[in-house]
């Protein structure tokens, strides 16, 4: 339960956030300007990454008690975002950065007593005096990994996101509260700020997020393996972290050969060489979400293997990508993409043009997420204090909303109402209701199932692309609900349910923003059934 408000709050936070700080990026100045190192020729705000980090930093406030360990995370968190801020603003150099890199991990290691105490294969106990340098300097690794693999759309954010969902489910199952309830929230954070990273990008996570992913995802991987469950294989971290550590040493490789500045950015990343070898944007997105999903897959499933076996097969993929590029580079191979779409997309795009097969997905969402959230209002049962006491919130956001709703950026008073509801309701256990004892597949399951698909037609023949296009994000979800199904079919009754409710409300949240961005209405409409169903609640469990 923890774990799913952390991650739901963090979720809300994200997705109302971001937009308020795409407006407000170019008066503090942190918008991306094109370069001929980067792939977008428009300006784009880099601010997304205050989204992901305020987020989550709320939600671990709320919902994990704070010990040491917890402070001195906070403290670096702190650190990274003034220093990731104020490098999105004004470009410090990367002397600059490592510095606050460095006073953002140190204490954490030290005072917090997070440190590598094994090395991997050889099985030598380390002493402190090795254990935690070695461990500061890992942590910095994987921050400089996530920071200089943020290169395209939607790219470091999904990757991380698949390590953050294998770290919470390997923390889960060895009884780490504390680390599922981290990953959770981190994955949140990203989850809504991945809304409006999909490509084509509105916003992208600057310094201050990439730099606060990989210090978040550096502090819990060690977590994981020293502190939670130290019976995991110590090289597991290789596949939890995946293919932006390979990647970064690959390019540095390649800068100390030619000669090159070690930190001077070039054009040299696994994104880059797929791009000149003709795959379109989202394409070289989704291959390296792919091979994200494979070494992560592997890391859960193999989590107890030896060393050598886990080390071998991370080399082994490493090798077999670095190998299938070069082999194209040098042989002058081409992806032939002109002209053609992907088999999926390309059906997509070929039922397009037929109004009924467009529209109608638009008006199952327009009609179910409303009347869901008035019909769930009607089964909720007791509610604890901190859920009356968020239902209170929830209707002075609804009242508040209602002489600002004509005022710009007004909306967002509704949408924060909208989504810190819909989570109260799914949790609260309507949906149960909507199931008929005995059915093996139950109406709640059509219900989400239906929903879940006119989401995604919805989105995908939407007449303003730029309104809502998660092309990536359509596989990357399809990737989890694959992956998940697998997962969770193996795991305890108690996995299944928090698995499915956690699709339920990112269903609805996707339901909403289609709602709220593509009909000029939206933000009432739900406004007046969020509170309509407030009114139920409240009747409901005074009475």
Known sequence: MTALLAMMTALVISIALTPLMIRLAPRMGMVDLPDPRKVHLAPIPRVGGLGIAVGTLVALLLFVPIDGLVAWYLFGAAVLLVFGA?????????????VGQF??????????????TTLPVFDIQLSPWIGKPFTVVAIVGVINAINHSDGLDGLASGEALMSFAAIAYLGFMAGGGQCLAFAAAAAGGILGFLRFNTHPARVFMGDAGSQFIGYTLGVMVVLLTQKVNPALSMAIPALLLGLPIVDIIAVFAQRIHGGMNWFKATRNHIHHRLLAIGFEHYQAVVIIYTIQAVMVVNAVNLAYESDLAI???YLGLSAFVFLALILAERTGWRADVAGRKWLILGLLDSIRDSDAIAVLPRWVVFIAVPAFMVAASFSVGELSADSKAGL????????????????AHGEY???????????????????EALSGPGHSWSYTGMFFTLLGVCVLLAAKFASDRDQFAPNTMDFLLLLFVLVGGFVLGSASEASVRLGSLLLQVVILFYGCELFMRMSRNGPQVLSAAAALSVAVVALRTVA
Not at 103 to 116: C, E, M, Q, R, Y
Not at 413 to 430: K, T
């Open 86 to 98: 104020a490098d999105d603003s004004m470009e410090l150099g990367h002397w600059v950065k490592f």
């Open 103 to 116: 006073i953002a991990v140190i204490p954490i290691v030290h005072f917090g007593d997070l440190w590598v």
């Open 311 to 313: 080390i071998g097969l």
């Open 392 to 407: 209170a919130l929830i209707a002075i956001l609804l009242v508040a909303y209602m002489p600002l709703r004509k005022v």
């Open 413 to 431: 008073l509704s949408r924060l109402a909208v989504y810190a509801l819909i989570p109260m309701l799914v949790w609260s256990g309507q949906a």
